[in-house]
């Protein structure tokens, strides 16, 4: 049963990097099946995708527009972890923060693939404030 | 492609049927829309991928269908347990989108 545990700090000062790390216990973050996936919640954003790390013979990411120029999303092979990091930080990113598995899965009877996210970490709440 | 869903907020008996609407502003496959419940403070639970196939552990009275534009989640004999928000999410050029949400709440 895989599982993830989130750790970062709550508070964060406006223009600063906001750092958070996912541990992935139960499943290895160099799987060729999943994509390590970041998410936040606010009430004036709903959910909101802001990118992925995935392995599939080498290492790639995709982000968000919204963040894009400002989030970087790293794995960690040795600790199996992963990590987010958002700089240049203002109140509007004020958000529960939440890592999660997306997995890709081939569709038994055709080319395509199913994606869904199957696994949440418990959220981390993060305010930008001075 | 943008996923609007309705009604916002739909209110409901336990025992009744809930039908929940996501529709995406291009069509989409269907291999690509999951839905997802959530409680307060608790993360979002996966229920149904692939538009219409259960997750494991998801009760049968939760149901997906759709194609194309337009997808449904039909919860019958709702429980009290059901009663929260429910996420539709697409897959597509390489990004997830969550729509607006759907509260159904006890009336």
């Known amino acids: 049963q895989l599982q993830l545990q989130q750790s970062g700090p709550g508070l964060v000062k406006p223009s600063q990097t906001l750092s958070l790390t996912c541990a992935i216990s139960?499943?290895?973050?160099?799987?060729?099946?999943?994509?390590w996936t970041w998410i936040r919640q606010s009430p004036s954003r709903g959910l909101e995708w802001l990118g992925w790390?995935?392995?599939?013979?080498?290492?790639?990411?995709d982000y968000a527009v919204s963040v894009k120029g400002r989030i970087t999303i790293t794995p960690d092979t040795s600790r199996n972890q992963f990590s987010l990091h958002l700089t240049s930080v203002t109140p509007e990113d004020t958000a529960v923060y939440y890592c999660?598995?997306?997995?890709?899965?081939?569709?038994?009877?055709?080319?395509?693939?199913?994606?869904?996210?199957?696994?949440w970490g418990t959220g981390t709440t993060v305010t930008v404030s001075s | 492609s943008v996923l609007t869903q309705s009604p916002g907020t739909l209110s409901l008996s336990p025992g009744e049927t809930a039908t929940l609407s996501c529709r995406a502003s291009?069509?989409?496959?269907?291999?690509?829309l999951a839905w997802y419940q959530q409680k307060p403070g608790q993360a979002p639970r996966l229920l149904i991928y692939?538009?219409?196939t259960r997750a494991t552990g998801i009760p049968d009275r939760f149901s997906g269908s759709g194609s194309g534009t337009d997808f449904t989640l039909t919860i019958n004999r709702l429980e009290p347990e059901d009663f929260a928000v429910y996420y539709c999410?697409?897959?597509?050029?390489?990004?997830?989108?969550f729509g607006g949400g759907t509260r159904l709440e006890i009336k």
């Open positions: 139960g499943g290895r973050v160099s799987s060729n099946s999943a994509t």
């Open positions: 790390t995935y392995y599939r013979a080498k290492w790639d990411n």
């Open positions: 999660a598995r997306t997995m890709s899965v081939p569709v038994p009877w055709g080319r395509n693939y199913y994606y869904y996210i199957d696994v």
């Open positions: 999410e697409q897959y597509g050029s390489s990004l997830l989108t």
């Open positions: 692939g538009a219409s």
């Open positions: 291009q069509s989409i496959s269907s291999s690509y």
